[in-house]
C-alpha cells in the first residue's frame, strides 16, 4: 500500500510529518536515486528506496506488548486447521501484527503475553532464562503428599525428566484439589502430562502468572497493554 512520503519519513522517526514536509521542499529526500520536491508524492515502502542524506531511512518498528486474558477454546497458533477461534480474533482492534509468546492448550486459560518483538518473546520462550510460569490446576482425586513431592523433584513423562517445580496443594473438596504449580520449562501441555502422570488427570488449568506478571484485573478474553515497567522488566530478565 502506497503511503504519502511525509507520513513515510515520519515513521522513519526522522522529524514531525509537518518538518518532513520542509525537508522534502527543500529537496533533501530522494525516492529511487531522484530528488522530489513534490508533496503529496506517495511511495511504496516495500519496493520504494528512500534516502535523507544519502541513507536509507526505514519506519521505525513500532513494539507493542500485550497481555491477554485467554479464554478456554481457542487456539494459540495464528491459523488453526479445523477453524477453532484463535486468540488473535479477540484482538481485531490491534492494528500492529503481533503474535503469541509461548502458547496455551486449546482448553487452558490464562494469561497470555503477546508481541511484535521477536527479541523478547525469544527469550520469554527460552529455558534456559528460566522464567517460572504459574498455573493453577484443579485435578481429580486428592494426590498424597509423596505423589507431589515426585512432582516437585522431577517426574518422567514421555521420554524426559521434568526439571524441579514449585508445587502447592491450595485446596480440596472430597474428589478435586486445586494446586499451585510453577514451572519455568513449558514443554508441550507440561503441566497436564505432569498431573497424568502421577494419577490426577487435570479437569481445569489456567496460568495465572509469568514471571511476576499478573492477569491483575483482568476479565475473561480481555487485554491491555503492559505497563512501561512490566515491559522493562521483561527486557531486563
Ligand atoms: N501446561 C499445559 O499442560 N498446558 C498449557 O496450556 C500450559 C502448560
Redo the contacts with the bound molecule.
Sequence with gaps: MKVRLQKYIADCGITSRRKAEELIVQGKIQINGETTCTLGTKVDPCRDEIRYKGEIIKPEKHQIYLMLYKPEKYV?TVKDQFQRPTVLDLLSEVKERVYPI???????S?LLLLTNDGDIAYRIMHPKYEIV?T?I?TVKGIPTRDQLEHMRKGIAIEEYITAPASVKMLRKTKNQSVLEIQ?HE??????????QAIGHP?IR?E?TKVGKLTLGTLKKGEYRHLTSNEVEYLKKL
Design positions: 494459540t509461548g502458547r496455551l492448550d486449546y482448553h487452558t490464562g510460569k498455573y490446576a514451572i513449558g514443554r508441550n501441555r507440561q503441566v497436564r502430562k505432569m498431573c487435570v488449568l496460568r
